[in-house]
């Protein structure tokens, strides 16, 4: 899928944004440097509103882009991520380029790394004949930090990051365009909870709702409709019992296929309707977060729904959240009342805040507010809000910013490979349990959405391709079904642009019509996966290597909610997903033992 094309504007409203930094003036020492930083600057910001052109299509993933410009200042191509597991946007804007690659240069919002051992990215830039790339800023996380540099680097590919190896006001403003669109992603590498955004609706005099608590509608139907793209931007949309007793939310993107993400419900006591739009899990699914050992009748009833319920030894905002960040979620939005972003806000999980103030009034001495109590008594201790951005949007006025900042990463953290050469009793494969789960995680290529296609041979013993494991394994609870459905299925599945889509069809379908699966899934499908791991691990020597190299080492898939192919939240998982994985780690290791025995005889 080529997806290179022209930037319609996002937004036509006006926007105002009071940043750290207001002049523009270049740093430079000479007038000469500012106009190719000028250029630079803003092809850079151009790859990073590319890198977001995948929000709310697709659950929340590094996002990258890339744009080729020719000697002449000309844009060649352009290219972005669409999903984890699909084409690197280096590759999509190489191929749009084409011939005019050549000795042109490639500005990158963010250093390649979408899976760690991969090098699509850096292999096309160089094979194209790319002169010079210039980076936003270095990968965030620790085990990709600066691979796919020095691997251009000794390319003789010239690379220029921007805050070491270009300096200037004009360039910084540029970086925090970097910064802003992989903030999610940076906030996951530097703490233990995902980006979280507090966004409210309220009347001009800080009302929330009438004092009776109704609330529909405060804001207008444009600001409503910012609000579906904040929630299809995030992996999760969190909201307290008073929520969903009072508004009874469905709490869903609306945007007619694409990503959904998990609703979430914090309450305490459990103290819930039976009757909630929240518990139809056709649209979306919920996970009911709790205390535990509250109301066992009641979470007997979710599970009977669908839904999942989690339990906590004590239910506070900061443990929610370092459980979903373990689950791999890098975004979560909250919409909850006054209480419990209150409590978010003093755990200090709340990053930044969306506030659409409406030109009405209500009034009500009782009429509830956006943010409960806090423990301030002076005006002193008031939280000022960074680079703080204000647009209108229809009636209303939206006001954003942050609570606390992007955290900086500009220092250079040594990669594995530098930290050995100094410390050789460090290694990368040290650990006795090896963890992986997202496919960009430093283990992550063990997985099976990891971006790897595979060639498989059909029923009629034609091989085929496969986008990855997870397209493969998805089709086969379809395939041999006597049913037009069943095939349709399966050919939907397997033309998916991403394992992620792959993913939410099957199971989608599965969920919805489980008289298409055929009748063996239960007992075939460990060997549909096995087959097909084996074959990514055969057919691709780095992963094998990989997978060789932790030897000694128990792999555990770490899904906390995929209690059979997964570990489970406290091990309580099967693990199916680590045990082929050592099945199939010894099995190579016995072919390669076996090979030597056979060389040594040989000679």
């Avoid at 709790?290 to 979470?299: D, K, L, Y």
């Amino acid at each position: 899928m080529a997806l290179s094309m022209r930037l319609a504007p996002y937004h036509t409203s006006p926007v105002l944004c009071k940043s750290t930094s207001h002049d523009n003036t270049f740093s430079s020492s000479s007038s000469s440097a500012a106009i190719p930083h000028a250029l630079d600057a803003s092809f850079i910001r151009r790859a990073a509103d590319l890198a977001d052109l995948s929000a709310g299509f697709t659950s929340p993933h590094p996002n990258f882009g890339c744009l080729i410009a020719t000697p002449s200042g000309s844009v060649a191509g352009e290219g972005f991520l669409y999903a984890q597991g699909t084409k690197p946007a280096e590759v999509i804007a190489v191929e749009a380029a084409g011939d005019f690659c050549r000795r042109s240069t490639a500005y990158l919002n963010m250093e390649p790394g979408d899976c760690h051992g991969d090098h699509a990215a850096v292999s096309a830039l160089v094979e194209a004949g790319i002169e010079r790339v210039v980076v936003g800023i270095r990968h965030p996380l620790q085990h990709l930090r600066g691979n796919a540099v020095r691997a251009l680097r000794s390319q003789g590919v010239r690379v220029d990051v921007l805050g070491e190896d270009l300096k200037s006001k004009i360039i910084e403003e540029a970086r925090k365009s970097c910064l802003l669109v992989n903030a999610p992603l940076i906030c996951r590498a530097a703490s233990r909870v995902p980006f979280s955004v507090l966004k409210y609706a309220m009347t001009l005099d800080g009302k929330i709702a009438a004092s009776s608590g109704h609330a529909a509608w405060i804001s207008s139907k444009k600001s409503r409709s910012r609000v579906f793209e904040l929630r299809g931007r995030s992996d999760a949309v969190v909201v307290g019992g008073n929520t969903v007793r009072r508004d009874n939310p469905r709490l869903t993107a609306r945007h007619g296929g694409g990503h959904m993400p998990m609703r979430i419900v914090m309450s305490q006591t459990l103290d819930l309707p039976e009757e909630a739009n929240l518990w139809d899990m056709s649209e979306a699914y919920t996970i009911v977060v709790t205390q535990r050992g509250a109301r066992r009748s009641f979470q007997k009833f979710l599970a009977s729904k669908g839904v999942e319920v989690v339990e906590f030894d004590i239910l506070n905002p900061r443990d929610v959240m370092e459980y979903f960040h373990d689950r791999g979620y890098l975004s979560v939005l909250w919409e909850c009342g006054g209480t419990l972003a209150a409590s978010a806000i003093q755990s200090g999980v709340i990053h930044k805040v969306f506030a659409f103030v409406a030109p009405k009034i209500i009034g009500g001495k009782h009429a509830p507010s956006p943010v409960g109590e806090l423990g301030m008594v002076e005006m002193s201790q008031a939280l000022d809000l960074i680079d703080v951005c204000y647009e209108q949007v229809g009636p209303d006025m939206l006001i954003s910013g942050f609570l606390q900042p992007i955290p900086d990463l500009t220092p250079v953290i040594p990669s594995i490979e530098e930290t050995y050469a100094i410390d050789p009793t460090v290694t990368q494969y040290e650990s006795k349990i090896i963890f992986f789960y997202k496919a960009w995680d430093l283990y992550g290529a063990l997985s099976n959405f990891s971006p790897h296609p595979i060639q498989m041979p059909d029923e009629n013993g034609d091989y085929s391709t496969w986008l990855s494991v997870e397209h493969y394994y998805q089709a086969h609870k379809f395939v041999g079904v006597d049913d037009p459905l069943a095939q349709e299925c399966v050919a939907k599945i397997k033309s998916a642009k991403s394992p992620e889509e792959a993913a939410r069809l099957g199971r989608s379908m599965q969920r919805k019509r489980p008289d298409l699966i055929r009748s063996d899934w239960e007992s075939a499908k460990i060997d549909v996966m096995y087959r097909a791991l084996k074959c990514k691990f055969s057919i691709y020597p780095h992963l094998n290597s990989m997978l060789l190299s932790t030897t000694g080492s128990v792999l555990v898939e770490a899904s906390p909610h995929d209690l059979f192919w997964g570990g489970g939240r406290d091990g309580e998982g099967l693990n199916y997903l680590g045990r082929l994985l050592m099945q199939l780690r010894s099995e190579f290791l016995g072919e390669s033992q076996a090979s030597s025995q056979s060389s040594i005889l040989t000679v």
